[in-house]
T-cell receptor, first 112, second 115 residues
């Protein structure tokens, strides 16, 4: 089955700096890569996703890149703000199918 | 106001007691999921259901059972056979299809503590 590894497990940045979270996946058939943000005591919420036919996608201060050859994908947050502090999960799945495999999460702390 | 509700938010049980967690969705989604979240281990899939009256085991199904008698409901029961059930449990739903990528919508979670 699919295996998703995520690094780092914790990340502290100063407000205004950039944050990068990296993930790798094992199943070359995976073609959908969502990123979820989980605030304390709440369920995860989708913040951005990328499909395998796209190499990069941006939405304001967040961007995701995908390298299919290397099976790597990354989340980039620029101009970080205290409200970006949360746990971020990457995930991989085969579009149209049911099972999504999640990474182990990255706890991001933005220091004011 | 569409969404997923889980109840209760906090649940305490004595060791050896069965426990049932509720999950209801009004998004009209066909697929529903149960995940267990432990510190440092991310989200691990317990069970999922693609359609009413059908469900499949996930990666850590031992000691758990589910039912899917109605499209909007997917309750999870932890039996006394489940080792160390204390965790945060998340329910999710999605509307799958070959042309629709599998975005999952999560409920607020139930924190179960077994004493």
């Amino acid at each position: 089955g699919e295996n998703v590894e995520q690094h780092p497990s914790t990340l502290s940045v100063q407000e205004g700096d950039s944050a990068v979270i990296k993930c790798t996946y094992s199943d070359s058939a995976s073609n959908y890569f969502p990123w979820y943000k989980q605030e304390l005591g709440k369920g995860p919420q989708l913040i951005i996703d990328i499909r395998s036919n796209v190499g990069e996608k941006k939405d304001q201060r967040i961007a995701v890149t995908l390298n299919k050859t290397a099976k790597h994908f990354s989340l980039h947050i620029t101009e970080t703000q205290p409200e970006d502090s949360a746990v971020y999960f990457c995930a991989a799945s085969i579009g149209g199918y049911q099972k999504v495999t999640f990474g182990t999460g990255t706890k991001l702390q933005v220091i004011p | 106001d569409g969404g997923i509700t889980q109840s209760p938010k906090y649940l305490f049980r004595k060791e050896g007691q069965n426990v049932t967690l509720s999950c209801e969705q009004n998004l009209n989604h066909d697929a529903m999921y149960w995940y267990r979240q432990d510190p440092g281990q991310g989200l691990r899939l317990i069970y999922y259901s693609q359609i009413v009256n059908d469900f499949q085991k996930g990666d850590i199904a031992e000691g758990y059972s589910v039912s899917r008698e109605k499209k909007e409901s997917f309750p999870l029961t932890g039996t006394s056979a489940q080792k160390n059930p204390t965790a945060f449990y998340l329910c999710a739903s999605s509307q799958p299809g070959l042309a629709v990528y599998n975005e999952q919508f999560f409920g607020p979670g139930t924190r179960l503590t077994v004493l």
